[in-house]
């Protein structure tokens, strides 16, 4: 077939588009950003629910493009098919045995012929409104065998099975596949948001033998009979390259290592930690930051103690935490902030959240006063990290926080919008 022009000269088809090509325009298309990152810097401040929310809304987004792709054509499907197995969501029991059979099939890569798995580097499970089976979690640790370079796992199952015995414990069958298939190159961990949790023996299992580990988001772990025996409890691994951990107050003692003086997370510089009542132990809790937080350069605190107690924690992260740059607080209202805070003289960010959506006039004054007393010797910026908290100042708290905030000489810092631009022009 050929083409031909106006002027009576023919020109023959244009060669074929380069293959390369293609796989580039597949990788703009379908990939988010962050998505498939472990070691960049964190895209939000939000608590982990709401980003979590945000990551599983762009993930189907992105899993309906690359469905669209691969129905093209025959050519399309061959070259489309790895970018369609990059990250796996699960988001209902019943797909998994169809998704088990897919991961039998072969992708054509260069020069060579792979399990769809292969190219698997990202794992959702976001079962929340179905109910799971023994033979479910049969099926998602053999479905885990198929990702030999697995680097992201994200669990949130919230229903639980039928029979007591598994009652908030991630069947060991799942775990030890991840530990067995992907150890290695597993970077993530975290099932932070799920009502199943590996007991403490297993996820002490599958952090040695995850040495590359980088994110570790498990704050509680669940109960076992096992933790019965303190003869058979397994120490804390030596973990490297962990740069962030997450944990929760109450839960501490599943982190701490047989040895008590001793540093298991030396590469540590983010730390999330949840403040719940009962109040931890002080001593316990000051004594695993001062070893493992020193070179610590960002904090999420996520407070729900009494206003009063927040300074406690700044004076502990004060003394201990003398690499803290960054400081994120979540609190559960704007009226449990107390005024005359003093931050830890390294932090130069300040990110503020709070759980109440839609708060009163009352509870802004307070958040402003907090601010106008605020010190900290080198803090450049204080953000308030939620959309929904910046609308509702414009649109129905404006004079209020210009009034608030008309004398800016005992303000010496930014305060900021949620996108990083001056509260008030």
């Known amino acids: 077939m050929t083409l031909t ?40 401040d939000l608590p982990r629910p709401l980003v979590k929310e945000h990551e599983h809304k762009l993930l189907k987004e992105s899993l309906i493009t690359k469905r669209n792709i691969i129905l093209v054509c025959r050519k ?7 970018f369609l197995y990059r990250s796996v969501l699960v988001t209902r029991p019943a797909t998994l045995s169809s998704l088990l059979l897919a991961l039998g099939s072969e992708s054509s890569g260069p020069g060579r012929s792979v399990h769809v798995g292969w190219w698997t580097r990202r794992l959702d499970i976001l079962i929340q409104d179905d109910h799971c089976e023994a033979s479910d ?44 298939s992907c150890g290695p190159s597993l970077r993530v961990f975290d099932c932070s948001e799920s009502i199943l949790r590996p007991c403490r023996e297993d996820l002490m299992k599958l952090m040695a033998a995850s040495p590359n580990l980088n994110v570790l988001r498990c704050p509680i772990c669940s109960p076992s009979a ?27 003692r599943d982190y701490l290592p047989d040895d008590r003086d001793a540093n298991h997370f030396p590469a540590l510089r983010k730390l999330a930690y949840d403040c719940i009542p009962p109040p931890f132990l002080d001593h316990t809790w000051k004594k695993f930051v001062r070893l493992n937080c020193a070179n610590v350069t960002t904090v999420y605190l996520d407070y729900s103690l009494q206003a009063d107690c927040l300074q406690k924690e700044l004076d502990l992260l004060s003394e201990c935490c003398l690499s803290l740059n960054d400081l994120v607080v979540y ?34 004054k307070q958040l402003f006063a907090a601010l106008r007393t ?11 990290l939620h959309a929904d908290t910046v609308e509702d100042l414009h649109e129905n ?13 005992c303000i010496t810092f930014r305060i900021e919008d949620n ?7």
């Open 331 to 364: 609190i559960r209202s704007w009226a449990e902030i107390s005024p005359n805070l003093t931050l830890p003289p390294s932090v130069s960010y300040l990110g503020l959240h709070s759980k109440l959506r839609k708060a009163l006039a009352f509870h802004f």
């Open 226 to 252: 096992r933790d019965k025996s303190p003869s058979a409890r397994l120490d804390v691994p030596v973990m490297t390259k962990l740069q962030s951990v997450s944990l929760m107050s109450v839960f501490l």
């Open 76 to 82: 399309w499907h061959a070259l489309a098919t790895k």
């Open 419 to 425: 996108e990083g631009h001056l509260l008030i022009a």
């Open 397 to 409: 708290h404006q004079a209020l926080m210009e009034s608030e905030l008309a004398d800016s000489t």
């Open 137 to 180: 979690y049969a099926l998602l640790a053999n479905i885990i065998r198929r990702f030999p370079n697995l680097a992201i796992v994200n669990l949130s199952i919230i229903m639980l099975p039928n029979n007591d015995s598994w009652l908030q414990n991630l069947p060991e069958s799942v775990v030890m596949a991840l530990a067995e």
């Open 374 to 384: 605020i010190s900290g010797s080198k803090l450049k910026t204080v953000r308030l």
């Open 5 to 44: 022009l106006s002027n009576d000269s023919t020109v023959h088809n244009p060669p074929p588009f380069p293959p390369e090509l293609w796989i580039k325009i597949f990788s703009l298309a379908t990939g988010a950003p962050g998505l498939l990152s472990y070691d960049g810097p964190t895209l939000s």
